[in-house]
Structures are given as C-alpha cells and as structure tokens.
C-alpha cells in the first residue's frame, strides 16, 4: 500500500497529467463533475460524491461518428481517428463504479462492440475514492455495493484525516502508480478508514419478479403523474446510456453524431408514420423504472441502479426511486 | 474512400442507388450496391440502416436481393423517405447492416407455409417468399395472401401476377378495400379474405405482416382457424437509431428489437410487455 499527504495530491495529479488526460472531480459553477486538470482548479475530490456521473469521460454528451462530403461528383465519408490520448479518472465512488460495468455491458457485449466506448474505456486508468460519509440520498448498500472498495476498478483510494492511501488492483493500475513512486510512500500495516453506513434503506429483494407481474397496473399513471418529463434524471443517472444519432450539415459538408437522449421525451420512440408505442409519461416512466429494475436485470443479471442517489437529489419534483421501489412492493396486483 | 468501417458497427458504407422502381404512388422499391458488390447478404427479415448523409438514417427491412444489390421497398412517410423519393439513380447513400434475427427458417423448415400482409408489409415477407422459391424442396405448400386499400396501392405487382405464380405449388390471393372501374379481383379486408380462403394449420406457419390494425384482426382469424401461438410468425417496427442494441429506444421489455427481433412468434410476443 502507498500513502500521500492530501496537500500533495495536486502535485499527483500534476504528475500525471504530464502523459495523460486527467479527470478528477472538481467546482464549476457549483456543480461538482470529473472535469480534466489543469492545475489550477478547485478540487472536489472526497467531498460527497459529484453532481455528474463519470460516464461521459467514457460515453461523451455529444460525439463525432464521421464527417462526409456530399458532391455530385463524388460523395466521401471520413471515419474518425482511433481515440490513443490515455485518460485516468480519479476519485469515482463504488456506485460509479459498479456503473461502468453496466455500461460495459450494454456497450461491449451482445454481439456488437461499440467502438468509440471501447477506446475510451481501454484507454483511461480508473481510480475510485472509498466513501468515508454517505450522504442522505446515498443507497448503494442496497445493490450489494461496498462504499468502502469498489469493483472493477484499477486503483482503489481511501481517504483518510490528512492522507490518500493507494492500492493498485490492476496491471495497468500498477504500472500507473510506479510512473509517480517518488510522490507515493510505501506504508505497511495502515488501517483502513471506516466506510460509510448509508442511512437510507431499500430492500430491494424480488423487485424483478414483482414488476414482471406489474406492467399493466395502475400504479404507474398515479406515480407519473406529477413527472415533468424534463429527463434530468436521466442525464445524471451514470447507467443511462440512451443515445440519439443526427447529423449537422454546413453546406455540402457535415458530420454524424451521437448524443445523450433519454426515454422520459415522446420523440425518442415515435415513428416517422406518427405511431409512438410510449404516447405518454406514463408509458415513459414505467420504461424508465422497469430498464433499472427488471430490463436491464433480465439481459444482463443485474440491476440497472447503483444507488448514487443522483435522480433523487436532483429531480424537480421529488420523484424519489426508493420510494418507488417500496410503494412498487406494497402495491397489490 | 472509406477504411476500416467493418471495426465500427455505427458508420455505413458509402453505396449508390442503381434502380428505382415505382410501386405504387407512394412506395419506392431501391436497388442498392456498393463498389465492392452486394453490402452484404442478409437472411430473410433482416433490416439495413438506410442513409442519405446530409438528411438521416432509417432502418429498412430489406425485401429482396440480387447477385450484386439489396432491394429495399420505402413508404413515403417522413423526411427521410421523402427525401428518398426524390432520388434519382446514381444517389450515394450510406448502407449498413445486416440487422436482426430473420425469420425462423429452421423452424420453418418442411412446413406448409401461409404468408399473410398487407399493404407495404408484404416488403419484409416478400424477402422471406423469394427465399423459400428458391430453396423449394425445403419447404410444404406456400399460399400467398396480400390485400392493400385499393389496386393502386398493390406492392410488387410483377410478382402477384406473375413471378409468384411460376413457384412450384404455390397459391396466391389479393385482395383490395375498395376496387376500381378495372377491378375485378376480390374486394374485402385481409381478415375477412383469409377465413374466406380457410387454410389449415396442418403443419403450416403463418407469417404476417402489414398495419397494425390488420395485424391484430389477422391473428384473431388465424385463432378461429385453429393456429396456434408458436405458428404463427409477425415482424415488429419499431423507431432505430443504432441498430446494434445499444442506444435504447427499440426495446420492447427487455428485448431490443434491432437485435432480438424484428421477427418474434405470437407465443414469444404475448410474454412480453404490450408496447409495440
């Protein structure tokens, strides 16, 4: 194990972004999110959790697919260089990073591998911060996620009251952290700080099963009701990864690109003959709590929720997920 | 001009409409190749990603094919066919695919088979009755079943009247809503027609495609003439934009239909949700 002096973490991290693209959770405006250092931000690391999830280091907001030409003579197509800038994420917590094996799922199996996703995740070191606090919206626990060290992860962070310790898990971890030995001390026999004890509590025990009975109930026009359909929990949920395709012309010439869409807007399935099968917010919410809680249970084996509390914290009318969840195993059927 | 697409699933290839054929007032049947030949060969009911660079991208399923192009029958819908419908030959368009499952053809294999459709969802059955031509000995009898609103509005009328009728044992019947001057085929819903005709279920899967409507009505009928769930076989639409089971609207339940579909059986359409 390796130790560093919290005050020395800007100079880590200096470090690194001598060979790398390094994000790392820092304030813009108020809003905390994995923004690349340049040495001269206000770092937010260790303090609750960021406001936007990790995902788009990986899965961007907006995407370049290819450029093309549009010519009488002859149309080109440009594909896109291969993605080589080396990035590491620092500080994501054990929510986000269960939430990148989701994504990892959705992109990189069942036949198809997302190319412009695989790069990126191929090329970023990814380092996670155990959570010492849990914040009130904090639910993780109740996915058989430990605050205290996360899955999948190539270094794994705990803080404690003046230090970092760091663990590498990974090869490529490893070899990140020998890069940098001269600012990391080696220490033996370090207790680890306690991990967080979330205080809010789901059981989440057979939700699949209930909701597979669920899709036709009442529940869902009376729990939509009040859902502005504005998608925000969408966009801060780190397992979303709905994307739309469009293009932007400029003149004969323009690009194809992909970027973030959501289920909670009715254009996202309505045909070009004016047939959507979800017309309403009913239908889109329902989509949105069964993608979390049995879809994505059913295709990949396990839930589509992390427990960040991000949806909760942010939503403009209080639709809470863990509510939703034990109001959907009360609800008689 | 183009490399290493073939890694990325998302980026077509460039190709060029080489025919355009003018079924109806408002289908276009598209011939498409590339410099290399065919795209690629799908199996029947299996779906292209259809683009015009500076306009969109759709998918289409693709309804027949050639030694060296894709056949692919448009609705004028929305922008994108629209814009399609205004092509001439020799348009460069972006191809990619092949998506989806296709028809059960093992399944499929040694039975009688009863295709059913309507209007503009004669395009994905079409591919499925070209294919079983082709291979006769592999499968029973085939008996087509096709209405549409009105004569004009018959899809593919050389192989109604023609093509199909050279198939070794296979029997054809159209019908349209409402007739004309001309008219003197039978006149009547596809429904209607079809308990009318009485195939048997006797070793035979239906395959049926076409608007919702007549969908819902057909598999009522097919029920009166004794098919059952797992006979009866229909392929969905449903709004795409990647096509590899990635970008979420397609899924009906936990299924994506760009992957898992378009083709499902009655008896796996009525274990998932009604949202289609």
Redesign the interface.
């Known amino acids: 194990m390796l130790k560093i002096k919290q005050t020395e973490m800007p100079q880590l991290l200096n470090a690194w972004a001598q060979k790398s693209r390094v994000f790392v959770p820092q304030d813009r405006g108020g809003v905390s999110a994995f923004l690349p250092w340049d040495g001269k931000g206000t770092l937010t690391l260790g303090k609750g959790n960021t406001l936007e999830p990790p995902k788009d280091i990986f899965f961007p907001r907006t995407e370049t697919m290819y450029r093309y030409q549009v010519a009488e003579a002859a149309t080109t197509l440009e594909t896109m260089p291969p993605q080589k800038e080396q990035h590491v994420l620092v500080g994501i917590r054990s929510c986000d990073a269960r939430s990148l094996e989701i994504m990892d799922d959705v992109f990189l199996t069942k036949g198809y591998e997302d190319e412009f996703y695989r790069q990126k995740r191929e090329n970023t070191v990814v380092i996670a911060l155990a959570c010492n606090e849990a914040l009130p919206t904090c639910f993780c626990t109740a996915f058989e996620i430990d605050p205290g060290r996360a899955e999948g992860v190539d270094v794994q962070m705990w803080m404690t009251s003046d230090s970092y310790l760091v663990e590498a898990i990974t090869d490529k971890g490893e070899e990140l952290l020998k890069q940098t030995s001269e600012l990391l001390t080696p220490v033996e026999n370090e207790t680890l700080p306690d991990a967080a004890k979330p205080t809010l509590k789901v059981d989440v025990e057979g939700i699949t099963e209930k909701l597979q009975q669920m899709f036709e109930h009442l529940y869902w026009a009376e729990v939509s009701r009040k859902c502005l359909g504005c998608g925000a929990c969408t966009y801060l949920c780190p397992t979303c990864h709905c994307f739309d395709i469009q293009s932007e012309n400029r003149g004969s010439s323009g690009f194809k690109f992909r970027c973030w869409d959501s289920c909670m807007f009715s254009e996202y399935t309505r045909m070009a003959g004016g047939h959507n099968p979800r017309p309403s917010k009913k239908e889109r919410m329902r989509n949105r709590f069964l993608h979390k809680l049995q879809y994505i249970p059913e295709r990949y084996g396990k839930y589509g929720c992390v427990g960040c509390g991000r949806c909760l914290d942010r939503c403009p009318v209080n639709v809470d997920i863990t509510r939703v969840i034990r109001e959907i195993k009360e609800v008689t059927l | 001009?183009?490399?290493?697409?073939s890694?990325?699933?998302?980026?077509?290839e460039?190709g060029k409409i080489i025919k355009i054929i003018q079924e109806t007032p408002d289908v276009k049947t598209f011939h498409i190749t590339t410099d290399k030949g065919k795209p690629f060969t799908p199996m029947p009911g299996q779906l292209a990603m259809l683009s015009l660079?500076?306009?969109?991208?759709?998918m289409f399923s693709i309804t027949s094919q050639g030694p060296e192009y894709l056949e692919i029958a448009i609705k004028k819908?929305?922008?994108?066919?629209e814009a399609l419908h205004e092509a001439e030959e020799g348009q460069?368009v972006?191809i990619r695919g092949p998506y989806g499952n296709g028809f059960p053809l093992d399944m499929m294999k040694g039975k009688n088979l009863l295709f059913i459709a309507g209007g503009i969802g004669l395009a994905p059955v079409r591919s499925l009755i070209n294919y079983c031509a082709e291979h006769r000995e592999d499968y029973g009898n085939m008996w087509i079943i096709y209405g549409s609103r009105s004569p004009a509005d018959l899809c593919f009328k050389e192989d109604l009247t023609y093509n199909w009728f050279k198939v070794e044992n296979c029997r054809v019947n159209v019908t349209v809503d409402r007739g004309d001057e001309n008219w003197n085929g039978h006149e009547g819903f596809v429904p209607a027609y079809l308990e009318e005709l009485k195939p048997s279920p006797e070793n035979c899967v239906a395959v049926t495609c076409g608007p919702?409507i007549m969908i819902k009505f057909v598999l009522q009928s097919l029920e009166k003439l004794g098919f059952k769930d797992d006979q009866i076989v229909t392929t969905l639409?449903?709004?795409m934009?990647?096509g590899?089971?990635?970008?979420?609207?397609c899924?009906?339940?936990?299924h994506y239909v760009c992957?898992d579909g378009p083709v499902f059986t009655l008896e796996q359409l009525k274990k998932m949700?009604?949202?289609?």
């Open positions: 001009m183009v490399d290493a697409v890694s990325n699933p998302l980026v077509p460039l660079l500076d306009v969109g991208e759709a819908v929305g922008t994108l066919t460069t972006g919702p639409e449903m709004r934009k990647c590899v089971g990635k970008c979420g609207r899924n009906i339940g936990s992957l949700p009604n949202e289609y």
